[in-house]
């Protein structure tokens, strides 16, 4: 495969090449045009003189001869004059007997009824004028090889061909040394990538000129950089909390399992032990089923089917359904300013990813507030819904507001408070960004809100 180095510098040669072929073809193009006029300007030199020694000087025929050869200092290569009479239908004059045959052959090509006539016959250039003399007509036709000019194309032609040749040399040699001096930049980037992966991945690409395309190139590459050593970092944090979190309930439920066996115990005592293992069993699952949930948001992403859903319909049976589960819970929303117009309230979006985002936050907002009520407030206009998830339970520190979207991530405000694993707003986090939509949180000594924006 040819790499860009070759492709760059054969374009390059083609180029240029192609210019150099047309300006060439312009030079011999134009210089043939002038050598043609230049010849035929003497032979009209040579019509004119033969035709004034002729008629009004009435010289003899040997004297004219003469005399047209002695006015031209160059002499004409195989030049014949001749003068055809239009009544006698017959030469009257010529330089060269031997060739009235040939004046005699082109005739029919000079005799057009234009003045003059200029016409090329294999080697021969023609000249006819038609002139009228006392009221008669005759025809004055030169002929003769243009062998100056000939020779000067010719000349011209291997000059051409010569700076041709040593043109496309020289493109060659050049194009190459551009082409590698335009791509110097990027073998130093390819060298520098190579330093980074695997072994340091927080360096960055560095170009001197961040201002042109290579330089713009290095900044994506660089900010696409940083997300992977972003999506490194949450990797392994993943991994160890998912470690972790796994580890704590298997750890107990193998430790209560070894304790119960080493010794015979009453059924009261079997039944606190199955009751405890009963506990973290159902941890592990909550555990379990949020790792899924989450997995299967961020593998299915492509896969998620949209559809128009009602939000007002939704949050009202997020809200039973929660209910039903704890009946201690307290769950009041609020309709501000309903819309008239029904459509107001619907978006594109998944149905039961929707329903998962409500969930989450009213039952978060039920879980950390001391009297586990949850107040929710729903705005629908023409352009956007919001939806805000107001609880009065611990301060989250601002410190902690930017990562509690991240896997596992708990604030120390609420971690001792309630039981969890910090991946139900992961969920939350990954369902909005699916459905192009924004989710925000504040929390203060008032209490904490999220508040979920669609765009329509």
Known sequence: MINIRSRLTYQFVVLVTAILLLF?????????????????????????????LLFDIQAADTTVIKLVNVSDKELLTNESISVYNEKLQQFIFFTHPSDTSFHQKLLPGILTGSATTYISHDDYQILGIHLTNAGKGNWVIVSAIDQTGKDALQDLRKILVVMILAGILMLGVSGWMFANRALAPVSDIIRQ??????????????????????????ATFNQMLNRVEEALITQKMFIANVSHELKNPLTKIYSQIEITLMQQRTPEAYERSLKSLQEDTRTLTQLTNALLNLATV?????????APIRLDELLWEAKSQLQKWHEEYQIQVNFTDFPDNEDALIIQGNEASIKVVFMNLIDNACKFSDNHTAIVNFVATEKEVIISFFNQGPVIPERDLPYIFEPFYRSNASAGAVKGHGVGLAIVAQIIRLHQGEIDVKSDTNGTVFTLSFKR
Not at 34 to 44: G, V
Not at 298 to 306: G, L, P, S, W
């Open 24 to 52: 060439s073809s312009g030079v011999y193009f134009f210089s043939k045009l002038y050598l043609e006029k230049r010849f035929f300007k003497r032979l009209q030199d040579r019509a004119i003189t033969t035709t004034t």
């Open 193 to 218: 990538i190579n330093q980074i992966f695997p072994r340091n991945v927080k360096k960055r690409v560095e170009y001197s000129n961040p201002d042109d395309e290579i330089g713009t190139l290095v």
């Open 298 to 306: 961020v593998a299915n992403a492509e896969n998620v089917k949209y």
